[in-house]
């Protein structure tokens, strides 16, 4: 009878066992794919904290950077992946942490981060050769910063690669970008040419009537022999409208700056994603 | 009858395992929730620390549940919290030292200063270092309170020599001379200067450059409103319009000059309440946070 009762607990125990050692990464999978990311990032972290072989270890880590990627999360994932870059992981499992990281880092906005971490990496990983996504990110981090002779360079190394195009080169209309110091002048000597040179005539013309009143009030009044109110109010006015509308011009062509080059990186994402596809 | 005992025995085995389990599994789960925090995977921690059964842990193991709980909230500046969980710790838990220290702390943050200063009364002190930090953060509370007397007193525990303390016993004492010599300006005599000439009693109040941009939009529409009554004289619109703009300008600028008093002084008072907890804070990190 005692015999039976411990090989029922022993099958019972060894049941339990093979189960949970088949695959550390599934409890934490499942809960990923269920969508309960945290739990699932509890999960991983446990198996990052039991789990001796590299294999699992770095499965745990990408497991944790997605989750931490699906709720947008991206500069914590970049923070952990760093964390998790060991130098005694063989080479194969270190590029795929840091082509994660390099991802993460993207998304995270870290352009200058993301180009730096793709820097390094053929000096890291010689032997491997560069991926078609991370050319692409390349190519999207250089558009953000707005480095576009060497987004157009690199753009084309991914075209040649990917097999595509080369000829319909988005680079040709690069977005020909106003100067801010230029409207700030415009602005100082002509009023309302600042505004001009942004594209917005109706401040434009706005700010010349404002102006005007105020010049208009202080030659009157000084006419009339008002000459405290020529000084006090109308120099006033004139100077207040002239200051303001030469650092709105600053800004009106910093914001149509900011447009013209989000709508063409808008558009070359999609090509380049395209492409990667 | 022999089967169903052979049965419930079974059972019985299979119902105290989650028991044993609980026990044995806390420590596991505790380190795995301290890791967690080293590693400041924060809301992984915390949603550890929350998974635990309260009512089947043991006095030792729900003081160290709490001091976790509270040095989690600690590192996520959740200092409330913080406080109210490691102040909880008794005084047989390995943590109680540090838990007290961080929690009087942390209560002193959250200018809760009389509930710190009392903790710290009875903060233990088991050796000479601690005796001395132990006085350290009294004598930091007394000044954050404005207490200079009590100050002096403890500061006479202030050995000077302690590597993880002399610098800051000398930044106390240098902050606690500078606190002494702050002039007391007062707000009648701010808004009596401004009354007199216009942004005078903000320079007063220590605010130069907010007098100087006080007094010359005054003195513009002093200088409207003269010439409004003498060219058109007193019943014009011209004189009666900028001179009402004159008055309310006039007034807010008094009545701003002797708020700006009370705001100068609480700058001041911040700035070194901000100093005065840096300082206190750092002997306790080098000290305790082992």
């Not at chain 1, 991206?74 to 994660?100: C, H, K, M, T, W």
């Not at chain 1, 692409?136 to 707005?146: F, G, H, M, P």
């Not at chain 2, 006479?156 to 106390?172: G, I, K, P, V």
């Amino acid at each position: 009878m005692t015999t039976r009762f411990c090989l029922i607990c022993t099958f019972l125990c060894g049941i339990c066992s093979i189960a949970s050692a088949q695959n550390p990464l599934a409890q934490a999978d499942s809960l990923f794919a269920s969508g309960q990311f945290l739990v699932a990032r509890v999960g991983y972290e446990r198996v990052l904290y039991t789990a001796e072989s590299p294999d699992i270890q770095v499965g745990a880590a990408m497991g944790k950077a997605r989750c931490l990627k699906q709720q947008g999360l991206y500069a914590q994932a970049v923070a952990f992946l760093n964390g998790q870059i060991q130098p005694s992981y063989p080479d194969s499992l270190l590029y795929s942490l840091r082509r994660e990281q390099i991802l993460c880092a993207y998304l995270a906005g870290q352009f200058e981060n993301a180009l730096s971490l793709l820097e390094r990496l053929p000096y890291l990983h010689s032997d491997v050769p560069v991926s078609p996504l991370l050319m692409a990110i390349r190519v999207l981090s250089l558009n953000e910063l707005r480095r576009w002779p060497e987004a157009s360079v690199a753009y084309h190394e991914l075209a040649v690669m990917a097999q595509t195009d080369t000829l319909s080169v988005p680079y040709r209309q690069v977005p020909e970008l106003k100067s801010e110091k230029k409207a700030q002048w415009l602005s100082t000597f002509i009023p309302g040419a600042g505004q001009f040179y942004a594209g917005r005539p109706g401040e434009a013309v706005l700010s010349i009537v404002m102006q005007s009143a105020g010049l208009y009030f202080g030659v009157t009044s000084f006419l009339q022999g008002y000459y405290l109110s020529a000084w006090g109010v109308g120099a006033g006015l004139f100077g207040s409208f002239h200051a303001g509308g030469v650092r709105r011009a600053e800004v009106l062509v910093r914001q149509l700056n900011q447009r013209k080059a989000a709508a063409f990186n808008a558009n070359v994402r999609q090509q380049v994603l395209e492409m990667v596809k | 009858m022999r089967i169903l005992r052979y049965w419930l025995s079974v059972l019985v085995c299979f119902l105290l395992t989650p028991g044993f389990c609980q026990t044995g599994n806390f420590s596991h789960e505790w380190q795995f929730a301290r890791y967690l925090s080293e590693k400041e995977a924060n809301d992984e921690a915390a949603f550890v620390l929350h998974a635990f059964n309260k009512q089947s842990l043991t006095a030792s193991q729900l003081d160290s549940l709490a001091y976790l709980t509270g040095w989690l909230a600690y590192s996520t500046k959740s200092l409330d919290e913080a406080s109210s969980h490691l102040l909880s710790v008794s005084p047989t838990s390995s943590f109680y030292n540090k838990s007290r220290y961080f929690g009087a702390y942390c209560l002193a943050f959250q200018h809760q200063l009389d509930s710190a200063g009392a903790i710290m009364q009875e903060l233990p002190a088991t050796d000479s270092t601690l005796i001395e930090l132990k006085a350290f953060e009294q004598a930091g509370v007394a000044l954050l309170q404005r207490r200079y007397s009590r100050y002096d007193t403890l500061r006479q525990q202030f050995s000077y020599s302690s590597y993880a303390l002399s610098a800051e016993e000398t930044r106390l004492d240098a902050y606690r001379k500078g606190l002494a010599a702050q002039k007391r300006r007062s707000p009648a005599l701010a808004g009596l200067f401004s009354a007199v000439l216009p942004g005078s009693g903000k320079v007063y109040a220590g605010k130069s450059k907010q007098g100087i941009a006080a007094f010359l939009p005054l003195l513009t529409l002093g200088l409207l409103t003269w010439e409004g009554y003498r060219k058109d004289g007193s019943t014009s619109l011209r004189f009666l319009g900028f001179g009402s703009l004159f008055t309310v300008f006039y007034i807010g600028n008094i009545w701003g000059s002797t708020l700006a008093v009370k705001v100068r002084r609480d700058e001041f008072n911040r700035g070194y309440d901000n100093k005065i907890l840096f300082d206190m804070h750092i002997p306790l990190r080098n000290l305790l946070n082992r």
